[in-house]
Nanobody, 118 residues
């Protein structure tokens, strides 16, 4: 089992920045990838960014490229999402997820709310 706990959400004005953190615990040695997803009101959960735990290669949704940066601290078993130039369309609940032993995201955090005001 892997447990994930997000933090860092909040209310920010358009154009502002936030940094989300996701701390992993449990069988962290089994993780291969970690990612961030988001779900806006009335919409399906959508991919935001992902990072390979070994090597650190990253991928991003087109909507956040150039504005968001995903990074990791292996020693702390923590992944971060630095979000800059936020706009109201970025308002959503942001979830951290981990791939462990399969090809899918098996483990999910409880989510953290990000609200961007105009």
């Amino acid at each position: 089992q892997v447990s994930l706990e997000e933090s860092g959400g909040g209310l920010v004005q358009a154009g502002g920045s936030l940094r989300l953190s996701c701390a992993a615990s449990g069988r962290t040695w089994s993780m291969t990838d970690m990612g961030w997803f988001r779900q806006a009101p009335g919409k399906a959960r959508a991919f935001v960014a992902a990072i390979r735990w070994s090597g650190g290669s990253t991928s991003y949704a087109d909507s956040v490229k150039g504005r968001f940066t995903i990074s990791r601290d292996n020693a702390k078993n923590t992944v971060y999402l630095q979000m800059n130039s936020l706009n109201v369309e970025d308002t959503a609940v942001y979830y951290c997820a981990a791939v462990s032993g399969t090809l899918t995201y098996d483990y999910w955090g409880q989510g953290t709310q990000v609200t961007v005001s105009s």
